[in-house]
């Protein structure tokens, strides 16, 4: 039976054990998915106290995903560009011992809601990005792997750039990083035709942030990766565009990639959607 879990710092409320249990039912395999919850401080522990319980993989989320890198033994490209995972696959070598796999499905996730919006990445495309932790990494390379412009706008800039830094030399000329004020955020909205929101819901409580919204092209689509309770930006992005969507296409999409990794047969999204409530994709349109 496989077993396999989600690590966070508050999953009690997590939509990914119905993902994956969803999964399993229509891969026909019998398997067993928790939600649990850690503390920064038993982190490293729990993820090796899992491996040694048998469990086969574990997702991880905010705010482990760059400790989850480090533990790995093993990295996807992915993961070394970005420096963070959002996915641990356990193995065990020849000799035995214990082997952590570490990938990032959190870019291809991205890309395939953004396609399910009409949506699709060219070298024309300019997409303003806010945020810089360990989910908008996968997001970054992901988009600008498809020759996207994308401005950077974090609260930090630090870490900002860190995200261009690593990605690969050829990609960073189209990545531009500024701090997030509600000025700067208007300016870069002008001509946005993507806007990625990769902060938590909360970010949007601030007004200032939400005016800037008004700035925005009714055209444009926007994707903020928190999902549950509607957000300010949910709000101020209704007023501007018809075109916004919420995190949780995002994450059925990557836990249908991360599923692939780790069990090396990918199930099909539509039970993945149903078992969340929300309706799977059309086929996709190409805009």
Request: with cysteine; glycine share 8%; proline share 6%.
């Amino acid at each position: 039976m496989i077993r396999a879990a989600v690590l966070g710092q508050d999953v009690s409320r997590s939509q990914s054990p119905a993902i994956h249990g969803a999964a399993y039912a229509a891969l026909k395999l019998e398997g067993r998915y928790e939600a649990v919850s850690v503390d920064a401080a038993h982190f490293r522990r729990r993820v090796k106290d899992l491996a040694g319980e048998g469990y086969r993989y574990v997702n991880v989320t905010i705010p482990y995903k760059r400790r989850a890198a480090q533990l790995a033994t093993k990295r996807s490209p992915a993961v070394e560009m970005t420096g963070a995972a959002n996915t641990l696959v356990f193995r065990r070598s020849r000799a035995g011992g214990l082997e952590i796999f570490a990938d990032n499905t959190d870019g291809e996730g991205l890309i395939a809601a953004l396609a399910d919006m009409g949506v699709r990445l060219t070298s024309r495309t300019r997409v303003v990005m806010i945020g810089a932790g360990g989910a908008a990494a996968g997001a970054l390379l992901a988009m600008a792997k498809r020759g996207a412009h994308v401005s950077v706008l974090a609260r930090r800039p630090a870490p900002a750039r860190a995200l261009r830094a690593r990605l690969p030399e050829r990609w960073r000329p189209r990545v531009t990083t500024a701090t997030l004020t509600a000025r700067a955020l208007t300016g870069a909205l002008q001509e946005a035709d993507v806007v990625v929101s990769a902060v938590p819901a909360a970010a949007w409580d601030d007004p200032a942030l939400c005016q800037a919204i008004e700035k925005l092209p009714k055209t444009a689509a926007v994707l903020e990766m928190a999902y549950g309770a509607s957000s300010g930006l949910a709000k101020a992005a209704s007023t501007r565009t018809p075109r916004y969507q919420n995190g949780l296409p995002m994450l059925v999409h990557q836990a249908a990639h991360a599923i692939g990794v780790a069990l090396r047969k990918k199930p099909p999204v539509a039970p993945l959607f149903r078992a969340v409530g929300h309706p799977p994709p059309k086929a996709r349109r190409r805009s």
